[in-house]
Nanobody, 127 residues
Framework: QVQLVESGGGLVQAGGSLRLSCGVS????????MGWFRQAPGKERELVAA????????YYTDSVKGRFTVSEDNAKNTAYLQMNSLKPEDTAVYYC????????????????????WGQGTQVTVSS
């Protein structure tokens, strides 16, 4: 069984930075594509960024391109989302998710493709 634990959320002023971490236990992260989703009150959950199992492919939604960076550390079995130049509209609960991948080509972009989810961490950006 794969378990995901997020950390790193908090309150930050607009223009600030946060780094979210997603610790993976139970399996090696190299067998999973990792996604970062967010859900703001009254809105649907959306994919913010994703990285393929071995890190060669990444995806970013348009609103975070150039500001957010997804990465992973295989030795620590941890995925990261570095968020810079934060805006109030980035305020949401952020979730990491894992999708089993036989190879490095798979890059899931819908929530239904992900098998495991973390508990979520709140990110609040004040103006």
């Amino acid at each position: 069984q794969v378990q995901l634990v997020e950390s790193g959320g908090g309150l930050v002023q607009a223009g600030g930075s946060l780094r979210l971490s997603c610790g993976v236990s139970g399996r090696t992260i190299r067998r999973y594509a990792m996604g970062w989703f967010r859900q703001a009150p009254g809105k649907e959950r959306e994919l913010v960024a994703a990285i393929s199992a071995e890190g060669s492919r990444t995806y970013y939604t348009d609103s975070v391109k150039g500001r957010f960076t997804v990465s992973e550390d295989n030795a620590k079995n941890t995925a990261y989302l570095q968020m810079n130049s934060l805006k109030p509209e980035d305020t949401a609960v952020y979730y990491c998710a894992a999708a089993f991948s036989w190879n490095d080509r798979r890059l899931p972009i819908t929530q239904y493709e992900y098998n495991y989810w973390g508990q979520g961490t709140q990110v609040t950006v004040s103006s």
